[in-house]
Every structure is written in structure tokens, then in C-alpha cells.
């Protein structure tokens, strides 16, 4: 059975930062795409970031947090990673960490096959 788990959620200043984890089990790990979505009050689940696995590459994130937010990923520890710096309130959102089978890193939430909770990050004007 595979599980994703998230943390390091919370409440954060404008202007600061904040690292969600995921740590995933039941699965090839490190052959597994990773992403991470969130979802607003009242908004439809949108794309983040995301990262491949090893039989592909690449890192697209969304251009709202390019340059602010950097997806990674420990194989060692199948754990995914979300570096949010420069927050604003309009990333006040529950972020999602979802997998999938295949390594390619797609920004389409239908092609992910396992979610996490998801964990509350909200952002403070």
C-alpha cells in the first residue's frame, strides 16, 4: 500500500520562508515522478513543482512560484521536498504531494496516482 506523507506545514510572515516534506512508502521510490500541488479556498487543485524519476529528468514548476519555490528529492530517504522562499498570502493554500509510477515529471494532476493529506500552509500579511 503506498502512503504519502506530508509535514512542515504552518503559519509564516510574509516575505518568509517555509520547507515541506513528503515522505513516501509501497513504492518504487526513486523511479517515481513527484509533485506538488496546492489547493486555495474556493480554487481548483493547480500545479506547484515537480520532479522526475530516474528513467527521465527535468523539474517544470509553475510560473506563480518560479524563482521563489525549488523542488528536490532524497532517494536515500524517499522523502520529496518543497522550498518555499518569498511567500506571499496568496500562496496561503493546503499543499499536496502526489506520485506516480512513471518518472516523467507530468504538471498534470490527473497522472498522478498516489496523494498525500496534504498539509496547511498559510501566509500572513
Known amino acids: 500500500q503506498v502512503q504519502l506523507v506530508e509535514s512542515g506545514g504552518g503559519l509564516v510572515q510574509a516575505g518568509g520562508s517555509l520547507r515541506v516534506s513528503c515522505v513516501a512508502s509501497g513504492l518504487t521510490f526513486n523511479r517515481a515522478a513527484m509533485g506538488w500541488f496546492r489547493q486555495a479556498p474556493g480554487k481548483e487543485r493547480a500545479f506547484v513543482a515537480a520532479i522526475s524519476g530516474i528513467f527521465s529528468s527535468g523539474t517544470p514548476v509553475a510560473n506563480s512560484v518560479k524563482g521563489r519555490f525549488t523542488i528536490s528529492r532524497d532517494n536515500a530517504k524517499n522523502t520529496v521536498y518543497l522550498q518555499m522562499d518569498r511567500l506571499t498570502p496568496e500562496d496561503t493554500a493546503v499543499y499536496y504531494c502526489?506520485?506516480?509510477?512513471?518518472?516523467?515529471?507530468?504538471?498534470?494532476?490527473?497522472?498522478?496516482?498516489?496523494w498525500g493529506q496534504g498539509t496547511q500552509v498559510t501566509v500572513s500579511s
Open positions: 502526489a506520485g506516480r509510477g512513471e518518472s516523467y515529471p507530468s504538471p498534470d494532476p490527473a497522472k498522478y496516482d498516489y
